[in-house]
């Protein structure tokens, strides 16, 4: 079946530094979102990513979607301790179909 | 306040017991899901209903049951049939179905058998 990796499963690094994980997946999709899960949270919608080679931005976050479609990153400028947590991606082959959560990057900043 | 709520937050259960885990949603959404999360995993899909009275099985279906009455309500009965129940389960609602729909979590219910 349908499989989105996600790399690295950990992240540590020092407050100011970059950070960046990748999604993955074999098979081309038609969408895909990023959730941010902090401690002891629930997953939080963050953005959705739907054409090819698109590049979204939030304040420190930059999202981009491969143009084949098949891979995707979040890279995190100058890290503060409030981007601590777990982010996830989920991408689906079919827009009919369920989203599939990549096991996600848990990040851990240190002041 | 609109959301979605589960409870209870902690919840114990003695082996070969089934439980019943609440979800509720006041966000007027007809997609809702039940989630699966272990430590290091990522999240797994029980059941979905995009609609009332209509559900279908997720990736990891077997031992549970789930029922959509209400527009509102998506219950999850985890019964003794599930080999390891012992997780974090996460209710989930969207606008609509599919995959293009933004998904509202709830705050989560964990489940431990003793």
């Known amino acids: 079946g349908q499989q989105v990796m996600q790399i690295p499963q950990y992240q540590h690094v020092q407050e100011g530094e970059d950070f960046t994980t990748y999604c993955n997946s074999s098979?081309?999709?038609?969408?895909i979102q990023w959730y941010k899960q902090r401690p002891g949270g629930h997953p939080v919608f963050l953005i959705q990513?739907?054409?090819?080679?698109e590049v979204k931005k939030q304040k420190r976050l930059t999202f981009q979607f491969g143009e084949a479609k098949k891979n995707s990153s979040l890279h995190i400028t100058a890290t503060q301790t409030t981007d601590v947590g777990t982010y996830f991606c989920?991408?689906?082959?079919?827009?009919?179909?369920?989203?599939?959560f990549g096991k996600g990057t848990k990040l851990s900043v240190k002041p | 306040d609109g959301g979605i709520t589960q409870s209870p937050k902690y919840l114990f259960r003695k082996e070969g017991q089934n439980v019943t885990l609440s979800c509720e949603q006041n966000?007027?959404?007809?997609?809702m899901y039940w989630y699966r999360q272990d430590p290091g995993q990522g999240l797994r899909l029980i059941y979905y209903s995009q609609i009332v009275n209509d559900f279908q099985k997720g990736d990891i279906a077997e031992g549970y049951s789930v029922s959509r009455e209400k527009k509102e309500s998506f219950p999850l009965t985890v019964t003794s049939a599930q080999k390891n129940p012992t997780a974090f389960y996460l209710c989930?609602?969207?606008?609509?179905?599919?995959?293009?729909?933004?998904?509202?979590f709830g705050p989560g219910t964990r489940l431990t058998v003793l």
């Open positions: 966000l007027n959404h007809d997609a």
């Open positions: 989920a991408g689906s082959e079919g827009s009919q179909g369920n989203l599939i």
């Open positions: 990513l739907v054409k090819s080679g």
């Open positions: 989930a609602s969207s606008r609509g179905g599919g995959s293009y729909n933004e998904q509202f």
């Open positions: 098979t081309t999709l038609s969408n």
